[in-house]
């Protein structure tokens, strides 16, 4: 059973930078994409948004409005993904979830104050 924990949410003021961390267990990590997801304040489960993904080979991808802003990187030695998020606005505030197929953590929140 893939186990997913996500860490290094927490509040700050836009223009700021914050890392997550998501550490993985129970599957083949370097075998799997991993992604990032968010929802927002007032959102339903179904609204929850696509953020970013990496490949099992490293590739990158990102929802448009955080392109430039968010990096999405893994460390396959410690079977984590990271996602560095800077020049924070208040619309990046949600709670972000880390995903690996249909398993997903428990999620971190993020608050963007303006």
């Known amino acids: 059973q893939v186990q997913l924990a996500e860490s290094g949410g927490g509040w700050v003021q836009a223009g700021g930078s914050l890392r997550l961390s998501c550490a993985a267990s129970g599957t083949i990590f370097r075998d799997v994409a991993v992604d990032w997801y968010r929802q927002a304040p007032g959102k339903r489960r179904d609204q929850r948004e696509w953020v970013a993904t990496i490949t099992r080979a490293g590739n990158r991808l990102y929802t448009d409005s955080v392109e430039g802003r968010f990096t999405i990187s893994r460390d396959n030695a410690k079977n984590t993904t990271y996602l560095q998020m800077s020049s924070l606005k208040s619309e990046d505030t949600a709670v972000y979830y880390c995903?690996?197929?249909?398993?997903w953590g428990q999620g971190t929140q993020v608050t963007v104050s303006s």
């Open positions: 995903v690996i197929g249909l398993d």
